[in-house]
């Protein structure tokens, strides 16, 4: 089964999916690395030589043709969920679950590494909160479209796996 962790940046997709995937015996895959293996740099300077349109439809393109194992638990990038027909795409090719956490917690957790991330990292608090805010108004109807949400607060592989038993 391939369990697919959507979410917005810093909820926690990639701690939990290292996590989960060891306590169900399932390969990892975090799908930002997978872009930056396929580009040879990282996801900001990408970004910022090729620009958001060209990021997005990479992204888009290596999500659906990856080759998956069997069992896997994926994280993805912040708005992977939210172009195209990924969404549709995920839900269709697994089990989705959205990490779902508050503007004001998730601004505390990248205030400390917003340098990595090129959307925020110019950004002081009140405008990483408003950013958050608006982003998460956009996004939301395509987060809410996961099979599952749970609460990234003191989420645990096991919080999150009680979740994914009553679906499997």
């Known amino acids: 089964m391939k369990i697919f962790l959507i979410g917005f940046m810093g909820c926690g997709k990639s701690t939990l999916g290292k996590k989960l995937a060891a306590k169900l ?3 990892f895959i975090d799908l930002d690395h997978v872009l930056e293996d ?4 990282n996801i900001g300077d990408y970004f910022a030589a090729n620009g958001e349109d060209a990021f997005r439809t990479l992204e888009s393109k290596l999500l659906k043709e990856h080759d998956y194992p069997a069992n896997c638990v994926v994280a993805t990038g912040g708005g ?4 195209f027909d990924n ?3 995920m839900n269709d090719n697994g089990v989705t679950m959205y990490v779902e956490m508050p503007p ?3 601004a505390k957790r ?3 590494g917003k340098e990595k991330r090129p959307l925020i990292k110019d950004m002081n608090h009140e405008q990483l909160i408003d950013f958050i805010e608006t982003r998460l108004a956009e996004r939301n109807r395509f ?4 099979i599952l949400s ?3 607060i003191n989420l645990t592989p096991d919080k999150a796996l009680e979740q994914l038993s009553q679906i499997i």
């Open 87 to 89: 969404m549709e795409w």
């Open 25 to 27: 015996g399932y390969d």
């Open 80 to 83: 992977a969920p939210c172009y």
């Open 104 to 106: 004001i917690a998730l």
């Open 143 to 146: 987060y809410k479209r996961a």
């Open 38 to 41: 396929k580009v040879g740099s």
């Open 150 to 152: 749970v609460d990234g």
């Open 110 to 112: 990248l205030e400390k």
